[in-house]
T-cell receptor, first 113, second 113 residues
Framework: QQQVKQSPQSLIVQKGGISIINCAYE??????FPWYQQFPGKGPALLIA?????SEKKEGRFTISFNKSAKQFSLHIMDSQPGDSATYFC????????????FGTGTRLTVIP | ETGVTQTPRHLVMGMTNKKSLKCEQH?????MYWYKQSAKKPLELMFV???????ENNSVPSRFSPECPNSSHLFLHLHTLQPEDSALYLC????????????FGDGTRLSIL
């Protein structure tokens, strides 16, 4: 069973628009929810992360919204730029034991000028 | 520069060959990981090492053999691979086994003929 489900698979947004990527998780014990950004030919890089004691975290144009009761979290990219075109992965983990990161399947974002 | 270096970046091998992937981290971390990234699938955790000791093996076939001689270096030895093993293999590290974030290398693109 997939622990983290991510949608949409791909997303096309106009420059200046808002990109929204959604994730849902299964395990209520998860306590750390990162988003990774991956450019072609590169490894994933941590973009922003949230813990379940807050409902929102903002860093520049990137915001995570977290809904603990619905077991959902989302990434919002404000004022999307062509340089944001990449694949985005949500993930979840329980910060004890083996530190397994459970990843979503990724969203390929294309921002058109 | 992510602090995690993987070599080679690309590898083509036949099913009967033996090759090794190398990962080196320059971050002073104590935990290292191997992941497999296939198209349209979540990143799959393969192995976890904490202070050179293997702490996780996610039911990976024995044709993949990891080695961690010290906290800075991680190898993945490959032998008699199958075509379905073609993928991007990513190495990551973190400060400790239960600490985030994980820092990823840029991966080795492996193609099995």
């Amino acid at each position: 069973q997939q622990q983290v489900k991510q949608s949409p698979q791909s997303l096309i947004v106009q420059k200046g628009g808002i990109s929204i990527i959604n994730c849902a998780y299964e395990n209520t014990a998860f306590d750390y929810f990162p988003w990774y950004q991956q450019f072609p030919g590169k490894g994933p890089a941590l973009l922003i992360a949230i813990r379940p004691d807050v409902s929102e975290k903002k860093e520049g144009r990137f915001t995570i919204s977290f809904n603990k009761s619905a077991k959902q979290f989302s990434l919002h990219i404000m004022d999307s730029q062509p340089g944001d075109s990449a694949t985005y992965f949500c993930a979840a983990t329980l910060q004890t034991g083996a530190n397994n990161l459970f990843f979503g399947t990724g969203t390929r974002l294309t921002v058109i000028p | 520069e992510t602090g995690v270096t993987q070599t080679p970046r690309h590898l083509v091998m036949g099913m009967t060959n033996k090759k090794s992937l190398k990962c080196e981290q320059h971050l002073g971390h104590n935990a290292m990981y191997w992941y497999k990234q296939s198209a349209k699938k979540p990143l799959e955790l393969m192995f976890v090492y904490n202070f050179k000791e293997q702490t996780e093996n996610n039911s990976v076939p024995s044709r993949f053999s990891p080695e961690c001689p010290n906290s800075s270096h991680l190898f993945l030895h490959l032998h008699t691979l199958q075509p379905e093993d073609s993928a991007l293999y990513l190495c990551a590290s973190s400060q400790g086994p239960a600490e985030q974030p994980q820092h990823f290398g840029d991966g080795t693109r492996l193609s099995i003929l």
